[in-house]
């Protein structure tokens, strides 16, 4: 049952980029892309799909092709022993010479790419990765059902928190006890980004005053990681009583992402902090109940942006001293995914499209308040994927 679901999800989702690809004028696809292959041949191995626009799809696999043919519907499945044989497999369903071949030129290293271009020489290259991110912002049944899932794991380390925050000194111990949790549960380990030179494996637990440090995170929060090496993410730093603890940390289940984050503290914490918190609340509560189908992203990061400002707190919202300009992403199998929920990004949305809202705010010196969860686009409003309360959760000492 589950592979005949897989197989019609691969079926459709070829057929919808052939669609894309006929109206403008792309000849063929050669997808090589971990993500890609992932999303149109439910395989990850070392292969080269190629999609005509008009055709079947050809699965061409360098290593392992046992494992490509036990992993993707795909009915044609070949070996490939060089790239020069990617000329035959390509010219048995167009002409090479002439013809516009559709590559992931936001990702497809240089060197690569020119290897393309020698071997087939007379083709013209074209960037299909915006028709695949765009295909990829609106989720199937079968792809909500996927998140859910991952939301329902990110909901169930989060029960977990304040037991393991009790039994633990640092944010790396914290991180490690976090991180079981989820790897026992089937995470891959891995949270992909599309970024070019951004990684993130997990997230971030971070606390107190290092939260509020700012990096090189393409996120609002970064903290001080372990060194010049990655420098985001938990540190060695102790956690104290009474400074919030945020816990940001993407869930996976079967590639599919769910981005949530929570405030703890052990004993409370100031009240400003937690009044600033519940703004934060408000905040989510009002994109979300805005964000309907026919909405520009833009306008759901103003309307964030005018509250921010009703309520005095320009100063520290999405980072400090820098703010990143937007409020949420998409997710899906990468953390980074359109739409983003940001300034000057006119995208509408979709019913069915996977966002993660995460209005935070900054105080210096004392850390990071807010929330984020995941949500999917419905005609009445973005519904919250996460049941874990947005509250802080004030820990016994």
Not at 137 to 143: A, D, G, H
Not at 365 to 372: A, D, F, T
Request: aromatic share 8%.
């Amino acid at each position: 049952m589950e592979k005949e679901r897989i197989r019609e999800e691969i079926k459709k989702r070829v057929k919808n980029l052939q669609k894309l690809m006929e109206k403008e004028g792309i000849d063929g696809a050669l997808i090589i892309g971990k993500v890609a292959l992932y999303y149109l041949a439910h395989t990850d191995q070392d292969c080269h799909l190629f999609i005509p626009t008009d055709g079947d799809p050809i699965l061409t696999v360098r290593k392992d092709l046992r494992r490509a043919q036990n992993d993707s519907p795909l009915p044609n499945i070949i070996e490939l022993n060089s790239l020069s044989g990617l000329v035959k497999i390509i010219s048995d369903s167009l002409s090479i010479n002439g013809s516009v071949i559709g590559l992931e030129l936001d990702i497809l290293p240089v060197n690569t790419y020119m290897r393309y271009r020698d071997i087939l020489e007379g083709c013209t290259f074209v960037d299909i990765s915006p028709l695949i991110r765009d295909m990829r912002m609106v989720k199937s049944e079968y792809e909500l059902s996927l998140v859910q899932k991952a939301a329902k794991l990110g909901d169930e380390l989060l029960e977990e928190i304040p037991k393991m925050i009790k039994e633990v000194e640092t944010e790396l111990d914290l991180a490690a006890l976090a991180e079981a949790f989820y790897r026992r549960r089937g995470h891959p380990g891995i949270t992909r980004m599309r970024t070019f030179n951004m990684e993130s494996i997990y997230g971030h637990i971070i606390s107190g005053y290092a939260a509020a440090t700012q990096g090189n995170s393409p996120g609002p929060t970064a903290g001080w990681g372990v060194g010049p090496f990655l420098s985001h993410g938990s540190s060695f730093k102790k956690i104290q009583s009474h400074e919030p603890i945020l816990v940001d940390y993407s869930s996976n289940f079967m590639g599919y992402i769910s981005d949530q984050t929570r405030i703890f503290s052990i004993g409370d914490i100031d009240k400003d902090l937690r009044d600033i918190h519940q703004k934060m609340i408000v905040i989510q509560n009002e994109v979300a109940k805005r964000g309907i189908p026919g909405t520009p992203a833009s306008d759901l990061y103003s309307l964030a942006i005018e509250m921010v400002k009703e309520m005095g707190l320009e100063n520290g919202f999405m980072g400090f001293p820098r703010p990143v300009p937007f409020i949420g992403h998409g997710v899906g199998l990468e953390l980074d995914e359109w739409p983003v929920i940001g300034r000057n990004f006119n995208i509408r949305l979709k019913e069915g499209m996977t966002i993660a809202l995460e209005p935070k705010f900054f105080i210096p010196e004392k850390g990071v308040v807010g929330v984020e969860n995941t949500f999917v686009v419905t005609e009445q409003g973005m519904k919250k994927l996460n049941r874990f309360p947005d509250d802080i959760f004030i820990i016994d000492h």
